[in-house]
């Protein structure tokens, strides 16, 4: 009896110790080698997984900086200190990035929007432009409701007086979460060196317009005339803009503009207040 068991478990063994070379044999055939500095320049990341620089998250782009695909400085999130010590670990130059920043395409705010109806029902954008979109006279424009605000994980978008989202350039990284989270599409993510914007997206033409936005864009064509020529274009009774040709845009555009629909931002500008500007044009 003992000596069956002896041998059932001398058998056990064996083959426990030829899979087990087995499987040492083949991991070490088939083992992948990872540049180790992966790991380094990982653990320097700021680990937000936003995907502003074009990754999937801090580890892919760990592994497209040590595959110098892109350079430190395409984070967006990361500080210029914390770019010059990935740029120092990896021997690499820091590399410049443009800064891209999140644009909200409308400035129809609670004192310039007219309100059509009452919407009562869960607080959110989405749940209200399912609701004969939220009761807004525009149906195009911005609900108000911070799906944008709450979305945001770097708190850059806060809510004015007038219930419509301003983006904080200086804490926005662009990664594209308040894009994704507004159900009518009012935002975009656009270098800021784009300083000529059309903060509408109102379908309508002259009074119709009007009547639902004192800052709708009216088709008045004026912006074209006034813009260097190809610049901008009338589309759908709504300016837009070539930014291919950015280098001829100049605040000239938006001089004539009678609601102030388009604006020039300037350098790290968060939001124009087109109410204001007409009514400085207008006094």
Known sequence: MLIEILRSTAIVAGVGLVFGILITIAHMKLKVWEDPRIDAVADMLPGSNCGACGQAGCRAFAEALIAGKVSPATCSVMGPEDVEDVAALLGVDAGEAQKR?????????????????????????????????????????????????EACGFDAIVLNEH??????????????????????????????EQQLIVQCKNLLAGDDAENVCKVACNACARCVADAAPGLIEMVN???????????????????????????????????????????????
């Open 101 to 149: 920043v999140a644009r909200l395409l409308c400035a129809g705010g609670t004192d310039v929007a007219i309100q059509q109806a009452q919407y009562r029902g869960l607080e959110t954008c989405k749940a209200a432009a399912a609701v004969a979109g939220g009761g807004k006279g525009c149906p195009w424009g911005c609900l108000g409701l911070n799906d944008c605000g």
């Open 163 to 192: 219930n419509i989202p301003v983006v904080l350039v200086e804490k926005c990284t662009a990664c594209g979460d308040c894009v994704d989270a507004c159900p009518l599409d009012l935002f975009t993510i656009m270098p800021v």
């Open 237 to 283: 009774n709504l300016p837009v803009i070539d930014y291919e040709k950015n280098e001829l845009a100049s605040p000239e555009a938006v001089g004539r503009c009678p609601t102030g629909a388009i604006v020039w931002l300037e350098e790290g500008q968060q939001f124009a207040d087109t109410l204001e500007l007409v009514r400085s044009a207008k006094e």
